[in-house]
């Protein structure tokens, strides 16, 4: 079990075809060496040429030859022969599991949620016992319909199916976060830890979510704690993430600890630069020094990098038109005032 894979957004690991097909050292096949150089050079066209002469030649390759022709399709805009690529390699190499791993990864990026739903639904009735299709399908549903009817129970048939398999534990937990479950989500959680518990990819999220979970139910002291070990399994990581650090961040800020809340900030942004929530923490407290220059600069740059989060964007917008009052620059503010009125809530 790789800790990538108790992320919702896994699809997108898709990307990561070519780089796995590369890992598997081909045999001496002149045509196969000739796709990896090609693919190494992200040149898909020339390596579907070599990978074509590689299945003329031979009815069933190695499995790194289906993940290598599935990624060039897929590079090349052709994602259902993506698909079936994979499909075939699957039919040819049932026991070759890294195949059915990298499928259920690139169904949804390739047919959308819906088509990958029915044909991972379909395959798990042919493969009742596979925990790769059974896994799949359920994060397909904590995705993209989180309330749904059929959600919880798929994910608890999961977790129920699969007791030693800690991701299955970690997305039953996840969907009970989602959905104010909160003491399912903390034994859920705690079960996931304990299956994993070399994993600080698994800590860290796991941590983070009870924390959100204990917070939601009024035990402040258990969420710090929580908080605090995400904290640590965090810091621990090749690639931190920013998110879960400045959740804590809301903690202690929510509780008036704004010298350790910054602290956390000016971490954050050390290894995540163009974080933006951390730029409109900075930019208030430069507001509260009556440092309105670097208040301005840095709501500037929290503006850069919010994306699309409507409710920061309109926090930072009115955060910006009162800065420019105060620093006497009402022509300034004006921009952002028009802003919030052109995004106003419905109802308002």
């Known amino acids: 079990m790789k800790s990538a894979r108790f992320s919702v957004a896994s699809a997108t690991l898709v990307f990561l075809l070519a780089a796995v097909a590369l890992g598997q050292r081909p045999a001496a096949d002149p045509n196969l060496l000739a796709a990896e150089s090609y693919l190494r050079q992200q040149n898909y066209a020339k390596a579907r040429e070599a990978l074509d002469l ?25 994602k259902e022969q993506a698909v079936e690529a994979v499909e ?27 088509a990958a739903r029915a044909r991972l639904a379909a395959r798990l009735r042919e493969h009742p ?17 989180p309330a749904g009817a059929g959600t919880e129970a798929a994910l608890a048939e999961t977790a129920r ?3 030693r398999d800690a991701e299955a534990h970690f997305l039953y937990g996840q969907w009970a976060c989602l959905n104010k479950r909160h003491e399912l989500c903390i034994a859920e959680l705690r079960q996931a830890q304990a299956l994993a518990p070399a994993n600080d990819e698994v800590r860290m999220q796991s941590y983070t979510l009870r924390a959100m979970a204990e917070e ?29 650090a400045f959740r804590y961040v809301e903690f202690l800020a929510q509780r008036n600890r704004e010298a350790e809340a910054q602290r956390l900030v000016e971490e954050i942004l050390k290894y995540a630069p163009d974080f933006g929530p951390a730029h409109f923490e900075r930019a208030k407290r430069f507001a509260r020094e009556r ?4 208040a301005l600069a840095s709501g500037k740059l929290a503006l850069e990098h919010l994306g699309g989060d409507q409710d920061r964007l309109r926090a930072v917008h009115a955060f910006m038109a009162k800065t420019y009052f105060a620093a006497g620059r009402p022509e300034e503010a004006k921009p952002h005032e028009e802003w919030i009125e052109s995004h106003a809530k419905p109802g308002r």
């Open 129 to 145: 016992r596979s925990p790769a299709y059974r896994k799949a399908l359920a994060r397909l549903l904590l995705e993209t319909e």
């Open 291 to 294: 440092r309105l220059e670097e």
């Open 161 to 163: 199916l699969l007791p």
């Open 54 to 78: 590689v299945f003329r030649l031979d009815a069933r390759p190695r499995p790194a030859a289906y993940l290598m022709l599935a990624t060039c399709h897929f590079h090349l805009g052709a």
């Open 88 to 114: 075939r390699g699957i039919a040819a190499h049932p026991a070759a599991t890294d195949l059915v791993e990298h499928y259920v990864m690139l169904l949804p990026a390739a047919v959308g949620p819906e």
């Open 216 to 244: 939601e139910l009024g035990r402040g002291d258990r969420a710090e704690a929580d908080f605090r070990a995400a904290l640590a399994a965090n810091r621990r990581l090749a690639r931190p993430s920013p998110h879960a």
